[in-house]
C-alpha cells in the first residue's frame, strides 16, 4: 500500500487523514487493542468502534497571553527599552527558514533578531553574536567572531534571505554542537543559543538538544507564527518557563531574555529601581479535533488464506451539522495487525487475512482551544507617578525612576503633592500595618509606601502630639520602628524609604495578633503612672487573608486596640471583620483612588481620640433581651454589640461605669456597675452572660434597674448622669412604659434599640423622644449602629447634672439641695444616704415628736363647774 506523507503550512486545519500516514502500524498506540481482537463476543467486538478516538490532528492555532493589565503590560515594553546586557557572552541565533514557518514569519524572526541585538554590548570582550540559519540545510550566516560592532552587525544581518525547505531542527542543533561556537575563548565564557522556530521539526531532535545542553549551551526558545509548544519545551533548559519565548511580542521577548540572563547570573540587565516579577501567562492552542459520528459494519468473518474482495457501502446518515469525512478500517485478528485504510468511498476493498472485520468510519472536525498555564518572568520598572502622588488634581511630572515633582492647582501650591493642610492634632498611638506579601504586587507595596510617605507629609508636624509606628508583614511579622521611636517628619521618611517587601502569604490575622501583644508600650510619666494613649493600628492591605480574621481581630478588639482598615472595595468584607464596625473601614474603587483617602484617614484616626465619652463620668447600664423571641445566636450579637460600644468609654472608678442587666421572664443582673474597674474585665465579663430563654418582660427589667442597679450601694454615683440601654426585639414591651417613665422621673435617660419586626410605638414610648430610639433592621447590621448610640449617650451625658436626681438617699430618704452639694433627711436610718437602720433616741430629733394626747373634754367640764360655783356664790 501507498504510504502518504506531506507537510502542511501551520494555521490552516489539516484535511482528513492529511500529513498522516495512509497505513500505520503502531501496536503501542492501543496496547489493549490486540487482547479484545481475540475475543469473540459481539459486546466486546464492539469496544472496538471507539479506536477511531484516538485519531487526532496536531495543533494549528496558537495565541499567548501575559494576565495582566494594559498598564503592566505598557511597563514591560518600557523597561524592555532600558535593558541592556553587557558581559562577556557568546550568544548564537539559529533561525528556522523552512516552508512551515514561510518568509513573513522568517522576517519577523530577523526583526526580533535585530531587536535583541540592540539590548546586548556588542563588542570583542564582550557579548559575540553569531546568526545560524536552517531548513533541508545548514549554514553560517554571520560568525560569532565576524563583527566587532552592532552596526555592522545588523547591517549584515538584514541582509539574511529567506531559503526555504524541510525542518530539519536536529540537523541544526548537531550542527551548532560541532560549529557553532568557536574554541578561540575562554571555555568558562557563558554560551547561549536562541532557537527561533515553530517547532515543527522532522526528524528526531531531542538527543541533539540533550548532547547541546550537557556541552554546557543554555539553550531558549523562541516560537515563531503558530508554534508547537511541547517541541520547545522538550529542546529549552530548564526551568523551561524562563527559557520560551514567543518572538510575536518584540519587546517582550527582549524583556524575558534579559531578565532570565539576569537570572541566570550570566549578565545585570536588569535597570536600578526595577525588579523582576512572576506573572501568570497562558499559550492557547486552538486544536483540530476529530470526532467519531458513526460506523458501520461491512463485514467480518475468515476465508482463509484466499484473497476476500469485498464492496464497502457508503454511511449515508446525516450524524451532524458538519460534512462528515469517512475512512474504511480493516481490523486483522489472526496477524495481530492494526490497519487504517485511506481510500475513496465505495471503492473495492481486497484483504489477503485470515481474520477480518471491515468498518467504515465517519468523522467530523471541530476546533476547540487547549490551554497551557505558564509562569511568565519579567522585569517591570514603575514610574513615580504610577501611584498619583499629587493631590487635588494636581499633575504629576516624573523625573526618573524614582523623583518627580506635582504641578499643584490654584490654592494648594504650598504643598510639594498639593494636599490640603491637616494636622494630626489628637493624642493617640499610631501603628501603621503594611501588608508586604507576594500576592501584593511591586507596584501595590511601592503605592503604600507612597500613600504613607504623602500622609506623613501631609498631616505629622513638629508639634504633632500624635506617636508614629511602623510593622509590615508576610509570612511573619517585623516592626520596623516602635511607636514614638520617630518624631520628626524626616525621619518618618526615612523609616518608611527602608521598606522592603517581606514576601510569603499575606498572614493578616498572625500580624494582627502579633501587634496586639508586642506593637505598644506604655511610656511612663511618673513612677507610678503611665501614659495610656488610645491605640491605633491602621492596617494597609490589597489582597484576601490567607488566614482567620476575625478572632484576632476581636482579640486586638478586646484589649482596646482601636482598628483602622485601608484597602480596595472588593475587601470590604474582610475589612468589616477585621474592624468590627463598618464606620472604620476605609476602602477605595480603584488603586488611583487611595491617595485621595488622606483626609478621610486622619478624621478617623482623630475620631478615636473623641470617641465615646472619654473623660465624661457617666454610669450606664446596658439592659439585653435574652428571651426566646431573641433566640441564642442573636443573643451573642447583642453582647457584642455591647462589646464594640463599651471600648469607646474610659472604664473606671472615676470616670465611666458600666453596668449589665439580662431579662427573659425575669431579669438577672450580670455584673453591677462598680463590679468591674478596666475596660478589658467588661469585656471579659460581657462575654460571659448567659441566654436565659423563655417569655421576654421588660418591664419588670426596668423596674429592677431602676429599684437595685442605679442605686449607691451597687455603685451608682451622686452627681453623676446615668443612663439605660435597651436592646430588644420589641417582644414582650408592653409592659415597660411605665417603668421607663419612673426612670426617666428621675432624671435617667433612657435609649431603645429595637431590632427586626419590632413594635415601634410601644418602643418609642419606652424611649419618650425620638432621637432616643434606633431601629435595626436586622441583627447583623447592630455593627452598623454602635457609633450611632455612643452619639446619642454622650450628648446627654454632658448635661448639667440635678444632685437629686436620681435620689441618692435610701430608704425613703429625702434628697435636699445644700450649698452646691446634697444631704440625705433620713427617718429611721441614718448614714450620709440613710444606708443604715437608726440605733439612736427617737428624740434626738431625727423623727418628729409624737403628739401629747388632747385633753379638752375634762378642762371644760371643770371650766362648767367653776363657772357654775361662781355663779351660785
Same mark, same amino acid.
Given at each position: 500500500?501507498?504510504? %502518504?506523507?506531506?507537510?502542511?503550512?501551520?494555521?490552516?486545519?489539516?484535511?482528513?487523514?492529511?500529513?498522516?500516514?495512509?497505513?500505520?502500524?503502531?501496536?503501542?498506540?492501543?496496547?489493549?487493542?490486540?487482547?479484545?481482537?481475540?475475543?469473540?463476543?459481539?459486546?466486546?467486538?464492539?469496544?472496538?468502534?471507539?479506536?477511531?478516538?484516538?485519531?487526532?490532528?496536531?495543533?494549528?492555532?496558537?495565541?499567548?497571553?501575559?494576565?495582566?493589565?494594559?498598564?503592566?503590560?505598557?511597563?514591560?515594553?518600557?523597561?524592555? %527599552?532600558?535593558?541592556?546586557?553587557?558581559?562577556?557572552?557568546?550568544?548564537?541565533?539559529?533561525?528556522?527558514?523552512?516552508?512551515?514557518?514561510?518568509?513573513?514569519?522568517?522576517?519577523?524572526?530577523?526583526?526580533?533578531?535585530?531587536?535583541?541585538?540592540?539590548?546586548?554590548?556588542?563588542?570583542?570582550?564582550?557579548?559575540?553574536?553569531?546568526?545560524?540559519?536552517?531548513?533541508?540545510?545548514?549554514?553560517?550566516?554571520?560568525?560569532?567572531?565576524?563583527?566587532?560592532?552592532?552596526?555592522?552587525?545588523?547591517?549584515?544581518?538584514?541582509?539574511?534571505?529567506?531559503?526555504?525547505?524541510?525542518?530539519?531542527?536536529?540537523?541544526?542543533?548537531?550542527?551548532?554542537?560541532?560549529?557553532?561556537?568557536?574554541?578561540?575563548?575562554?571555555?568558562?565564557?557563558?554560551?547561549?543559543?536562541?532557537?527561533?522556530?515553530?517547532?515543527?521539526? &522532522?526528524?528526531?531532535?531531542?538527543?541533539?538538544?540533550?548532547?547541546?545542553? &550537557?556541552?554546557?549551551?543554555?539553550?531558549?526558545?523562541?516560537?515563531?507564527?503558530?508554534?508547537?509548544?511541547?517541541?520547545?519545551?522538550?529542546?529549552?533548559?530548564?526551568?523551561?518557563?524562563?527559557?520560551?519565548?514567543?518572538?510575536?511580542?518584540?519587546?517582550?521577548?527582549?524583556?524575558?531574555?534579559?531578565?532570565?540572563?539576569?537570572?541566570?547570573?550570566?549578565?545585570?540587565?536588569?535597570?536600578?529601581?526595577?525588579?523582576?516579577?512572576?506573572?501568570?501567562? %497562558?499559550?492557547?492552542?486552538?486544536?483540530?479535533?476529530?470526532?467519531? &459520528?458513526?460506523?458501520?459494519?461491512?463485514?467480518?468473518?475468515?476465508?482463509?488464506?484466499?484473497?476476500?474482495?469485498?464492496?464497502?457501502?457508503?454511511?449515508?446518515?446525516?450524524?451532524?451539522?458538519?460534512?462528515?469525512?469517512?475512512?474504511?478500517?480493516?481490523?486483522?485478528?489472526?496477524?495481530?495487525?492494526?490497519?487504517?485504510?485511506?481510500?475513496?468511498?465505495?471503492?473495492?476493498?481486497?484483504?489477503?487475512?485470515?481474520?477480518?472485520?471491515?468498518?467504515?468510519?465517519?468523522?467530523?472536525?471541530?476546533?476547540?482551544?487547549?490551554?497551557?498555564?505558564?509562569?511568565?518572568?519579567?522585569?517591570?520598572?514603575?514610574?513615580?507617578?504610577?501611584?498619583?502622588?499629587?493631590?487635588?488634581?494636581?499633575?504629576?511630572?516624573?523625573?526618573?525612576?524614582?523623583?518627580?515633582?506635582?504641578?499643584?492647582?490654584?490654592?494648594?501650591?504650598?504643598?510639594?503633592?498639593?494636599?490640603?493642610?491637616?494636622?494630626?492634632?489628637?493624642?493617640?498611638?499610631?501603628?501603621?500595618?503594611?501588608?508586604?506579601?507576594?500576592?501584593?504586587?511591586?507596584?501595590?507595596?511601592?503605592?503604600?509606601?507612597?500613600?504613607?510617605?504623602?500622609?506623613?507629609?501631609?498631616?505629622?508636624?513638629?508639634?504633632?502630639?500624635?506617636?508614629?509606628?511602623?510593622?509590615?508583614?508576610?509570612?511573619?511579622?517585623?516592626?520596623?520602628?516602635?511607636?514614638?521611636?520617630?518624631?520628626?517628619?524626616?525621619?518618618?521618611?526615612?523609616?518608611?524609604?527602608?521598606?522592603?517587601?517581606?514576601?510569603?502569604?499575606?498572614?493578616?490575622?498572625?500580624?494582627?495578633?502579633?501587634?496586639?501583644?508586642?506593637?505598644?508600650?506604655?511610656?511612663?510619666?511618673?513612677?507610678?503612672?503611665?501614659?495610656?494613649?488610645?491605640?491605633?493600628?491602621?492596617?494597609?492591605?490589597?489582597?484576601?487573608?490567607?488566614?482567620?480574621?476575625?478572632?484576632?481581630?476581636?482579640?486586638?478588639?478586646?484589649?482596646?486596640?482601636?482598628?483602622?482598615?485601608?484597602?480596595?472595595?472588593?475587601?470590604?468584607?474582610?475589612?468589616?471583620?477585621?474592624?468590627?464596625?463598618?464606620?472604620?473601614?476605609?476602602?477605595?474603587?480603584?488603586?488611583?483612588?487611595?491617595?485621595?483617602?488622606?483626609?478621610?484617614?486622619?478624621?478617623?484616626?482623630?475620631?478615636?481620640?473623641?470617641?465615646?465619652?472619654?473623660?465624661?463620668?457617666?454610669?450606664?447600664?446596658?439592659?439585653?433581651?435574652?428571651?426566646?423571641?431573641?433566640?441564642?445566636?442573636?443573643?451573642?450579637?447583642?453582647?457584642?454589640?455591647?462589646?464594640?460600644?463599651?471600648?469607646?468609654?474610659?472604664?473606671?472608678?472615676?470616670?465611666?461605669?458600666?453596668?449589665?442587666?439580662?431579662?427573659?421572664?425575669?431579669?438577672?443582673?450580670?455584673?453591677?456597675?462598680?463590679?468591674?474597674?478596666?475596660?478589658?474585665?467588661?469585656?471579659?465579663?460581657?462575654? %460571659?452572660?448567659?441566654?436565659?430563654?423563655?417569655?421576654?418582660?421588660?418591664?419588670?427589667?426596668?423596674?429592677?434597674?431602676?429599684?437595685?442597679?442605679?442605686?449607691?450601694?451597687?455603685?451608682?454615683?451622686?452627681?453623676?448622669?446615668?443612663?439605660?440601654?435597651?436592646?430588644?426585639?420589641?417582644?414582650?414591651?408592653?409592659?415597660?412604659?411605665?417603668?421607663?417613665?419612673?426612670?426617666?422621673?428621675?432624671?435617667?435617660?433612657?435609649?431603645?434599640?429595637?431590632?427586626?419586626?419590632?413594635?415601634?410605638?410601644?418602643?418609642?414610648?419606652?424611649?419618650?423622644?425620638?432621637?432616643?430610639?434606633?431601629?435595626?433592621?436586622?441583627?447583623?447590621?447592630?455593627?452598623?449602629?454602635?457609633?450611632?448610640?455612643?452619639?446619642?449617650?454622650?450628648?446627654?451625658?454632658?448635661?448639667?447634672?440635678?444632685?437629686?436626681?436620681?435620689?441618692?438617699?435610701?430608704?425613703?430618704?429625702?434628697?435636699?439641695?445644700?450649698?452646691?452639694?446634697?444631704?440625705?433627711?433620713?427617718?429611721?436610718?441614718?448614714?450620709?444616704?440613710?444606708?443604715?437602720?437608726?440605733?439612736?433616741?427617737?428624740?434626738?430629733?431625727?423623727?418628729?415628736?409624737?403628739?401629747?394626747?388632747?385633753?379638752?373634754?375634762?378642762?371644760?367640764?371643770?371650766?362648767?363647774?367653776?363657772?357654775?360655783?361662781?355663779?351660785?356664790?
Amino acid at each position: 500500500m501507498r504510504r %502518504e506523507t506531506e507537510v502542511w503550512r501551520s494555521g490552516t486545519p489539516a484535511p482528513p487523514g492529511y500529513g498522516t500516514d495512509s497505513v500505520s502500524t503502531d501496536n503501542n498506540r492501543i496496547p489493549n487493542l490486540l487482547q479484545l481482537l481475540k475475543m469473540k463476543s459481539t459486546r466486546q467486538l464492539s469496544l472496538l468502534f471507539l479506536l477511531p478516538l484516538l485519531l487526532q490532528v496536531r495543533p494549528s492555532l496558537l495565541v499567548q497571553e501575559i494576565l495582566v493589565d494594559h498598564d503592566t503590560i505598557l511597563k514591560i515594553k518600557a523597561a524592555a %527599552e532600558m535593558m541592556q546586557c553587557s558581559a562577556a557572552v557568546d550568544v548564537l541565533f539559529l533561525l528556522d527558514g523552512s516552508y512551515s514557518v514561510g518568509k513573513g514569519s522568517f522576517e519577523r524572526s530577523k526583526h526580533l533578531t535585530l531587536t535583541l541585538c540592540d539590548a546586548l554590548d556588542i563588542r570583542p570582550d564582550k557579548v559575540r553574536v553569531g546568526v545560524i540559519q536552517f531548513s533541508s540545510t545548514v549554514r553560517t550566516e554571520i560568525s560569532l567572531n565576524s563583527y566587532s560592532s552592532r552596526d555592522k552587525l545588523k547591517k549584515h544581518l538584514k541582509k539574511i534571505t529567506y531559503r526555504g525547505g524541510s525542518t530539519q531542527t536536529g540537523l541544526a542543533l548537531k550542527y551548532v554542537l560541532k560549529k557553532g561556537f568557536s574554541a578561540d575563548r575562554n571555555s568558562s565564557i557563558p554560551r547561549v543559543l536562541l532557537l527561533l522556530s515553530d517547532g515543527r521539526s &522532522q526528524g528526531a531532535v531531542q538527543q541533539a538538544a540533550t548532547e547541546l545542553k &550537557q556541552s554546557g549551551v543554555t539553550v531558549y526558545t523562541v516560537g515563531i507564527r503558530y508554534p508547537r509548544w511541547e517541541e520547545l519545551h522538550a529542546l529549552a533548559s530548564a526551568p523551561v518557563e524562563q527559557h520560551v519565548f514567543f518572538a510575536e511580542h518584540y519587546s517582550d521577548a527582549v524583556n524575558g531574555l534579559c531578565t532570565a540572563l539576569s537570572t541566570s547570573a550570566v549578565c545585570k540587565a536588569v535597570p536600578p529601581g526595577c525588579k523582576v516579577q512572576s506573572f501568570s501567562c %497562558e499559550r492557547k492552542t486552538l486544536e483540530t479535533v476529530k470526532e467519531l &459520528q458513526g460506523n458501520f459494519v461491512c463485514w467480518k468473518g475468515s476465508r482463509g488464506s484466499s484473497p476476500y474482495t469485498s464492496l464497502c457501502p457508503f454511511y449515508r446518515q446525516v450524524l451532524s451539522t458538519s460534512r462528515p469525512s469517512c475512512e474504511h478500517v480493516a481490523l486483522s485478528m489472526s496477524a495481530q495487525r492494526f490497519y487504517t485504510l485511506h481510500c475513496p468511498v465505495g471503492l473495492i476493498m481486497h484483504v489477503i487475512l485470515a481474520e477480518l472485520v471491515c468498518l467504515l468510519l465517519c468523522y467530523s472536525y471541530s476546533k476547540k482551544y487547549k490551554i497551557h498555564p505558564a509562569a511568565c518572568h519579567r522585569t517591570v520598572c514603575y514610574d513615580p507617578c504610577d501611584s498619583q502622588p499629587c493631590q487635588n488634581l494636581g499633575t504629576c511630572v516624573s523625573e526618573g525612576l524614582e523623583k518627580f515633582h506635582c504641578v499643584c492647582p490654584p490654592g494648594y501650591g504650598s504643598d510639594p503633592h498639593c494636599a490640603p493642610a491637616l494636622n494630626l492634632d489628637c493624642s493617640v498611638d499610631v501603628l501603621f500595618l503594611v501588608e508586604g506579601s507576594t500576592a501584593l504586587s511591586l507596584e501595590g507595596f511601592m503605592r503604600f509606601k507612597s500613600f504613607l510617605k504623602r500622609f506623613l507629609q501631609t498631616v505629622v508636624g513638629a508639634d504633632t502630639p500624635t506617636k508614629i509606628g511602623l510593622a509590615q508583614y508576610g509570612d511573619d511579622v517585623k516592626l520596623e520602628a516602635k511607636v514614638g521611636k520617630h518624631r520628626d517628619v524626616t525621619a518618618l521618611l526615612r523609616m518608611v524609604d527602608a521598606l522592603q517587601p517581606r514576601g510569603g502569604k499575606a498572614m493578616t490575622g498572625k500580624a494582627l495578633q502579633y501587634i496586639t501583644r508586642h506593637g505598644f508600650q506604655s511610656s511612663p510619666i511618673f513612677a507610678d503612672v503611665h501614659d495610656d494613649l488610645p491605640r491605633v493600628v491602621v492596617l494597609l492591605t490589597a489582597t484576601p487573608s490567607t488566614d482567620h480574621v476575625v478572632e484576632p481581630a476581636k482579640y486586638a478588639r478586646d484589649r482596646e486596640v482601636f482598628i483602622i482598615a485601608v484597602g480596595p472595595e472588593d475587601l470590604k468584607a474582610q475589612l468589616n471583620n477585621i474592624t468590627g464596625n463598618p464606620q472604620r473601614s476605609l476602602t477605595y474603587s480603584s488603586p488611583d483612588r487611595l491617595g485621595t483617602k488622606i483626609p478621610e484617614l486622619r478624621a478617623k484616626i482623630c475620631a478615636v481620640d473623641n470617641q465615646g465619652c472619654l473623660g465624661q463620668p457617666l454610669d450606664l447600664i446596658f439592659v439585653l433581651d435574652g428571651s426566646s423571641g431573641v433566640g441564642r445566636d442573636n443573643f451573642i450579637q447583642l453582647k457584642d454589640f455591647v462589646r464594640s460600644v463599651s471600648v469607646q468609654f474610659d472604664i473606671n472608678r472615676d470616670v465611666a461605669q458600666m453596668g449589665l442587666v439580662v431579662f427573659g421572664r425575669r431579669p438577672v443582673t450580670v455584673f453591677d456597675l462598680d463590679t468591674h474597674n478596666s475596660g478589658s474585665d467588661i469585656l471579659k465579663a460581657v462575654a %460571659e452572660a448567659s441566654f436565659l430563654g423563655g417569655a421576654a418582660s421588660t418591664g419588670s427589667a426596668l423596674l429592677h434597674v431602676h429599684t437595685y442597679s442605679l442605686t449607691v450601694g451597687k455603685g451608682a454615683r451622686p452627681g453623676v448622669n446615668k443612663a439605660v440601654v435597651v436592646l430588644t426585639d420589641g417582644t414582650g414591651a408592653e409592659d415597660a412604659v411605665v417603668p421607663a417613665q419612673k426612670l426617666r422621673d428621675n432624671g435617667v435617660f433612657v435609649f431603645v434599640v429595637g431590632i427586626g419586626d419590632l413594635q415601634q410605638e410601644s418602643l418609642l414610648r419606652i424611649a419618650g423622644r425620638a432621637d432616643h430610639m434606633i431601629t435595626v433592621p436586622f441583627y447583623e447590621d447592630l455593627k452598623y449602629f454602635d457609633d450611632v448610640l455612643v452619639q446619642m449617650v454622650c450628648v446627654e451625658a454632658k448635661r448639667p447634672v440635678d444632685l437629686c436626681r436620681p435620689n441618692p438617699c435610701m430608704n425613703d430618704g429625702m434628697c435636699v439641695l445644700w450649698d452646691s452639694s446634697y444631704r440625705c433627711q433620713c427617718r429611721g436610718w441614718e448614714g450620709p444616704h440613710c444606708e443604715t437602720r437608726s440605733t439612736k433616741n427617737p428624740s434626738r430629733g431625727d423623727l418628729p415628736r409624737v403628739a401629747a394626747p388632747r385633753r379638752t373634754g375634762r378642762k371644760g367640764h371643770r371650766d362648767l363647774n367653776r363657772r357654775h360655783t361662781t355663779t351660785k356664790h
